[in-house]
């Protein structure tokens, strides 16, 4: 994080408070987070206040702002699904062969994934190009995605290790439902091949550094529709894979949106991939789960207009979170062409 210019301090402003605004339906407020986490978050707030102009500015293909991944791990689950309006992701899970040498289902999972791809699709916006270097060694990668290496078995090298092969050898078909006469869809992969150190950085090649080649359809998804995110606001968030998904989605939702619109709890709790029953409980612990982790996103995203009526989030236009002028920070240069995106297979989920 930058140092504040001097003077920053005494500059005043009205900044938008996260709180929810009351409509004509009922509404409510959403739960408080703990002390302790208040106090985090409005640390983080702050911190974003006064370097809303020098913040480092990550992306996402908008195709995973709007569906991501497992929570927690399906197991041996065949296929696992989101859906999002007219879009259904469909992930697969790669195989990795036990010590019975029997070959068992891995999916990934989790934080550690979505900053994976967080990091990727930064790095392919800002290079223009498919093969992807991960730094000098593992440490300098690790701190790239805000993390501390530690060793041993549930240390983080292992924890990444695990879920970035789970990653990498995953598939994803993403089908678009545009009425009863028509199917599309599409398969991608992450990854083509990759080439992954995991020793001791002393011990790595300098002329043989970890490389990644996206696959032709994922390194085009992620040039043509990347969506800005503020990299503060993500590390602030990272304690939860929820928080990330929805400050991810409401972020591209927000400069999409042309009216106001509610989108209803059902819809949110498939989008969002909730492992509770669909059940009225199920469905009542799916809303305050979901309304706890909107509240912390709201104190680093305080523009954003949200209320949490009966029916659903209804979510009025908005600033967007990075402003527009991120957007041209964008690496100059033609984009590629590759096979058409996955967005032009089909309207993308309703945008109001």
Do not use: C
Request: aromatic share 6%; glycine share 6%; net charge positive.
């Amino acid at each position: 994080m930058r140092r504040p210019k001097q003077g920053r301090l005494s500059r005043q402003r009205d900044t938008p408070t996260p709180s929810l605004v009351l409509g004509r339906e009922p509404a409510r407020l959403l739960p408080v987070p703990s002390r302790q986490r208040s106090h985090e978050l409005a640390r983080a707030a702050a911190e974003l206040w006064l370097a809303e102009e020098d913040s480092d500015i990550g992306y996402l293909t908008s195709l995973l702002a709007q569906l991501n991944l497992p929570y927690k791990d399906p197991g041996e689950l065949g296929v696992w699904t989101r859906q999002n309006g007219n879009l259904t992701l469909l992930v697969e899970p790669g195989r990795r062969r036990g010590d019975d040498g029997q070959y068992r289902p891995i999916y990934p999972y989790g934080i550690m994934p979505r900053l994976v791809l967080i990091w990727i699709s930064s790095r392919a916006v800002q290079t223009r190009s498919p093969v992807l270097e991960l730094g000098r060694s593992l440490s300098d990668f690790m701190r790239e995605l805000g993390l501390k290496p530690t060793g041993g078995k549930n240390g983080t090298i292992t924890r990444l290790r695990d879920q970035m092969e789970r990653l990498l050898k995953a598939r994803l078909s993403v089908e678009v439902k545009e009425g009863d006469d028509r199917d599309t869809a599409a398969q991608i992969s992450v990854a083509l091949r990759w080439d992954l150190f995991w020793g001791k950085d002393e011990t790595q090649d300098p002329l043989l550094p970890s490389t990644i080649q996206l696959s032709a359809d994922f390194f085009n998804e992620i040039i043509q529709h990347p969506v800005p995110l503020n990299m503060a606001a993500l590390s602030a968030l990272r304690g939860s894979p929820m928080r990330l998904d929805i400050y991810s989605w409401l972020t591209w939702r927000m400069s999409k949106l042309h009216r106001t619109t509610v989108v209803p709890w059902p819809s949110l709790m498939l989008q969002f991939g909730s492992n509770l029953a669909a059940t009225r409980q199920g469905r009542q612990q799916f809303r305050r789960d979901f309304e706890r982790h909107l509240r912390e996103v709201l104190v680093v995203y305080p523009s954003a207009r949200v209320e949490s009526l009966d029916t659903g989030l209804k979510l009025m236009r908005s600033p967007t979170h990075v402003p527009m002028r991120g957007i041209r920070t964008l690496a100059a240069g033609p984009t590629p062409s590759e096979p058409r995106s996955i967005r032009a297979l089909g309207r993308s989920a309703p945008s109001d």
